[in-house]
């Protein structure tokens, strides 16, 4: 009908963060992935944990490894089923 808001299709899957499952919707960064699993992102090199900052990948504070892949930007990168993201 008009006026009503259409309804979501829950069509997400999980991924893992630093052995965590993460739920998330399709078209979700891993960035974005990581921040819901109330993670760093990585560790200065002063020990302070860092979260992703610009968003368009320009920062690299958002770099984790993903896939066994290292110094993944994360916030340019879209969740996929079963990925497995080591970050901090």
């Known amino acids: 009908m008009a006026g009503e808001p259409a309804q979501m299709k829950d069509e997400g899957f999980s991924i893992t963060v630093n052995g965590k499952p993460v739920r998330v919707a399709e078209g979700t ?24 900052f610009c ?19 994360t916030c340019q990168l879209v969740c996929s089923p079963g990925m497995e993201v080591v970050a901090g």
């Open 29 to 52: 960064h891993v960035a974005a992935a990581v921040m819901m699993a109330n993670e760093p992102s990585r560790y200065s090199v002063g020990g302070e944990a860092r979260a992703p």
């Open 55 to 73: 968003g368009m990948g320009i920062c690299m504070e958002c770099r984790a490894t993903v896939d066994g892949v290292p110094q993944m930007r």
